[in-house]
């Protein structure tokens, strides 16, 4: 098996790797055209997390290539729905 690294590893050259990096995490960073894993970098992905087992996470939406748009949308209700429930109202 041959293992071949990407263009933006195999040359000198930084600028493919800045264009991959600022295509993942969107221009203006973090932005609605960022790819939705880059929303989550610093989040667990290997369930390692006390807690999270048998629990939706944002890495389930990740998962399931929901786009931040949609994703900003789900996440608003539900914090709109915790939000009523700790109040008493929902």
Do not use: Q
Not at 7 to 29: C, E, F, I, N
Not at 66 to 74: D, E, M
């Amino acid at each position: 098996m041959t293992l071949r690294l990407p263009t933006t590893l195999a040359t000198d050259s930084d600028a493919a790797a800045v264009a991959a990096l600022t295509k993942y995490y969107g221009r203006p960073y973090l932005g609605d055209d960022a790819y939705v894993g880059a929303h989550f970098d610093s989040w667990s992905s290997t369930g390692d997390r006390v807690g999270e087992a048998d629990r939706f996470t944002a890495d389930d939406l990740v998962a399931a290539g929901v786009p931040v748009r949609a994703f900003r949308r789900v996440v608003g209700v539900l914090v709109r729905v915790v939000s009523r429930c700790r109040r008493g109202s929902g």
